[in-house]
């Protein structure tokens, strides 16, 4: 049974650490969404009558698309590699210290099965037990002859059944940030599309309010269309505080994929 495990556990380490890496993607493609792609509608936006600005974008927004751009460029390789990992996860800038203290998020990061508050702490959602992870972290070593044979803390049928619940989460999870990431790069292809095509007929040199006003009522409903959903995405949570797939997620993708169904005829 142990041997049988022994084979299980860099399949399933290998899952952890292509999940890993798909957040940390995530987490830059987050800041990427709040930083390079809002800021240049925020600049063009600026220029128009007081009315439309504050029609479109509100002082929140304002001051979290130059944070996300000093992030990029500055502190993002500051971070510690499992508050990347949080910030892809949970996006939280608030709690990231509460979200890097969820095991789930520490073993996805690190691969830490020590508990924060004894053994039953829960993992994706208490789909496998930090015993049995520990375990398999264990068998990744191969052991030295003569050592002692690692106690599976668990039946054996349970632990089969806990490692294919931990497999179905984890490819649940990374299917969300696919989705995630693919709906944050489309939309923002067509906000920005839109933002160019709202300052078509502008002064190259200097941007023309009366243009750019004009360009604004006409393109209106679809840049506060996707710039709502744009933000949404980009701050909604994959995991919920029990390290499962949270709802709010889910609803964000349906939404976006509706509003880029609606949005399909804009260039990109």
């Known amino acids: 049974m142990i041997n049988h495990l022994g084979m299980v556990a860099p399949l399933l380490e290998r899952a952890r650490s292509d999940l890993k890496h798909r957040a940390l993607a995530l987490g830059l493609d987050r800041l990427r969404a709040l930083g390079p792609t809002l800021s240049p509608l925020i600049s063009v936006i600026r220029e128009t009558p007081r009315s439309l600005p504050d029609e479109l974008l509100s002082g929140r927004i304002t001051c979290i698309s130059p944070w996300a751009c000093d992030m990029l460029e500055r502190d993002w390789q500051q971070f510690a590699p499992i508050a990347r990992v949080a910030l892809g996860l949970r996006y939280e ?19 830490d099965t020590a508990p924060a508050s004894g053994d039953a702490s829960p993992v994706l959602g208490g789909a496998i037990d930090l015993a049995l992870l520990r375990l398999l972290g264990s068998l990744l070593t191969p052991r030295t002859t003569g050592g002692a044979v690692p106690v599976l803390p668990t039946t054996y049928h349970d632990a089969v059944h806990q490692i294919d619940s931990a497999a179905q989460a984890l490819s649940g999870l990374d299917l969300r940030l696919r989705e995630f990431s693919w709906l944050l790069d489309q939309i923002g292809r067509r906000l920005v599309a839109m933002t160019h095509r709202v300052c078509a007929g502008a002064d190259p040199k200097r941007l023309a309010a009366v243009d750019i006003d004009a ?27 029990n390290g499962t797939l949270c709802r709010e997620g889910a609803q964000a993708v349906a939404d976006a994929r509706r509003t880029l169904l609606e949005f399909e005829d804009c260039v990109v």
């Open 93 to 111: 800038t608030g709690k990231l210290a509460e979200a890097c203290s969820m095991p789930t998020i520490r073993w996805i990061a690190l691969g």
């Open 215 to 241: 360009g604004f009522r006409s393109n209106r409903y679809g840049m506060r269309s996707l710039t709502a959903e744009l933000l949404r995405l980009a701050q909604v949570g994959a995991l919920d505080a």
